[in-house]
């Protein structure tokens, strides 16, 4: 077969060299059609091989334009280099700010889950409210992790840079206490903040419901839940509810729960929030509870027992056996959270005294939640309106310091009962033994995780009624990603622009099957040319070989 195609190209390649030397050379006037040029003596080999020529050349271009295609395609739609942008948001709570620095691709900034965070500083001291007497400091509190934001953001994006501050519980319990200084506190942070080299863009209160609404929409940001692409979108289609996450916020002041219901009532309207986001509604039940972050509902309970006592000694069911604490009484009831039960006391400093008695400090707190009133028609404590509870629930900031601490936040989540015997066994423990296995930690946490422990459980399951079953919807998470879960996010995506309320319109394809496509349909291309050149101008010994 092979000695046979060989002697086919032979027969070409003399043919051709006879054409050569009897054709008269080619001018302008006397050119002679190529196949009148042939020699008789070679039949319909001259006509079949000029067609073979044409074909291979046609052959050849469309190879070289299939590689020219795949080429073009690879480099003109490759991504360019990364354009990055940064935000800042400093999250001003009751007990700490945080600085936060995100980034994310300037060319996908309508995308969901692109922004992520790379930096935080906590700054050092109290939170800015804890500047009430002080407040030309409360600015200068916030240099340091100014100047560690200036040195993980590009020099040249400095000033493009937008910067934010929101304030929480803190600021709107000073604000409530005394304005004047409240207003000074943040005038002394804004001018520090304009004095930075960043696009300063507000330094503000914000409000519980904001605070509820921006965190529930960062944690279903870096969930991916607000996603709504192939198979998610079409999954999202067959179902008439969005599957969403609820939050779960505990400051040190106040607390936040965020939730879609299956059915909203409009019975409370001012707990209701309707978002469009990236081409859906979202109907959303919020709300804050002021005086109900961790330390505020401590200070709450201790006003309370305060009342009942005769004498500068307190016992204390919710802190270690052995742990002794002294509190100030005139300051004590300056807080607009126990200012209610303010009475005069022959005493100045109260001295508590810790029992380490989880049920008692249990029975203790369940006084903090009234659950008599409810003018709706289900309630979650104070006659504030809760529909039932819907979905799985992300639980962040002080829910997951303290269950993190306590070792209750593995992947396969505890039941009810068994956090709240860890719970138990914790209290139990005597103070100087705890303190001696967690010396690195701080005397104000460590001394407060047994009442912390206590307290959420108290909040989630009288306050809120989680049960036994929808417990294990709950997840404890301090980060999502590199992100830490919090209101701060939602925010800078807000402020931004960054949510869009229709979905953004994009490629329908991605740039691997882009350039995927291109490649196989280029190939397709060159087989069905070489297909048909086979079939239609069979060589010879394809045909010998085929009959
Ligand atoms: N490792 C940590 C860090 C913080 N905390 C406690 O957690 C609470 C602070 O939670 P955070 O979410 O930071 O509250 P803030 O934002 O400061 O308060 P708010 O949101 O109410 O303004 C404080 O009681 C603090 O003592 C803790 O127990 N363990
Ligand atoms: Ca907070």
């Not at 990364?82 to 600085?99: E, P, R």
């Not at 935080?120 to 007497?133: A, M, N």
């Not at 309707?274 to 081409?279: E, M, P, T």
């Not at 989540?413 to 138990?424: G, M, N, Q, R």
């Amino acid at each position: 077969m092979r000695k046979k195609q060989k002697t086919a190209w032979k027969e070409i390649l003399k043919w051709e060299k006879e054409a050569k030397m009897t054709s008269p050379p080619l001018g302008a006037d006397d050119a002679i059609p190529l196949q009148s040029a042939a020699p008789a003596v070679t039949g319909t080999k001259p006509k079949m091989s000029t067609t073979r020529k044409i074909l291979l050349i046609l052959g050849f271009l469309s190879t070289l334009a299939a590689i020219a295609l795949i080429t073009v395609a690879v480099t003109q739609n490759q991504p360019l280099p990364k354009n990055i942008k940064y935000g800042i948001v400093l999250d001003a709570g009751s007990s700490h700010t945080n600085l936060y620095v995100y980034e994310w691709p300037a060319e996908k900034e309508n995308d969901t889950g692109v922004v992520q965070q790379v930096e935080v500083c906590k700054v050092e001291g109290p939170g800015i409210s804890g500047y009430s007497q002080t407040t030309e400091k409360a600015g200068p509190s916030l240099v340091q992790c100014l100047r560690q934001a200036e040195g993980v953001i590009p020099l040249k994006q400095h000033q493009e840079t937008p910067v934010y501050l929101g304030a929480t519980a803190g600021m709107r319990l000073l604000r409530l206490e005394n304005k004047d200084a409240a207003e000074k506190v943040l005038s002394s942070v804004e001018k520090t903040l304009r004095s930075a080299p960043f696009n300063f863009q507000g330094a503000r209160i914000i409000s519980g419901q904001e605070e509820g609404a921006y965190g529930w929409i960062t944690i279903n940001y870096l969930l991916g839940n607000f996603k709504q692409s192939g198979w998610k979108k079409f999954l999202h289609s067959l179902k008439s509810v969005s599957e969403t996450s609820g939050a779960l916020d505990l400051g040190g002041a106040s607390t936040q729960i965020t939730f879609v219901p299956d059915e909203i009532s409009s019975e409370s309207p001012q707990n209701l929030l309707y978002f469009r986001l990236y081409g859906k509604d979202y109907r959303v039940y919020t709300h804050s509870f002021l005086c109900y972050g961790k330390d505020q509902a401590l200070q709450q309970k201790l006003a309370r027992d305060l009342q009942s006592t005769e004498n500068s000694s307190l016992f204390d069911p919710c802190f270690h056996q052995g742990y002794q604490r002294t509190i100030s009484v005139s300051n004590f009831f300056k807080n607009p959270c126990t200012s209610v039960e303010k009475k005069q006391f022959p005493f100045s400093q109260l001295h508590i005294e810790g029992e380490g008695n989880y049920e008692k400090c249990r029975r203790n707190i369940q006084n903090l939640f009234n659950k008599t009133d409810c003018p709706y028609s289900s309630c979650s404590f104070n006659g504030i309106y809760l529909p039932p509870l819907q979905g799985d629930f992300g639980a962040f900031s002080a829910f997951y310091f303290v269950m993190n601490f306590l070792n209750l936040t593995s992947d396969d989540p505890f039941t009810l009962d068994e956090v709240a015997s860890a719970i138990k066994k914790f209290c139990a423990r005597p103070w100087h033994e705890v303190k001696l296995q967690y010396h690195q930690i701080k005397e104000k946490y460590l001394s407060e995780y047994c009442f912390s422990g206590a307290y959420i459980l108290s909040l989630l399951e009288n306050g809120y009624e989680f049960t036994t079953e929808n417990w294990k919807r709950i997840h404890f998470l301090g980060k999502i990603g590199s992100s830490d879960a919090g209101w701060t996010l939602g925010y800078m995506l807000n402020l931004t622009n960054m949510i869009p309320a229709e979905e953004p319109p994009a490629p329908p394809l991605s740039y691997g099957s882009y350039v995927g496509l291109m490649v196989l349909c280029s190939l397709v291309l060159v087989s069905v040319i070489l297909l048909a050149w086979l079939l239609f101008h069979k060589p010879k010994c394809l045909q010998k070989g085929v009959v």
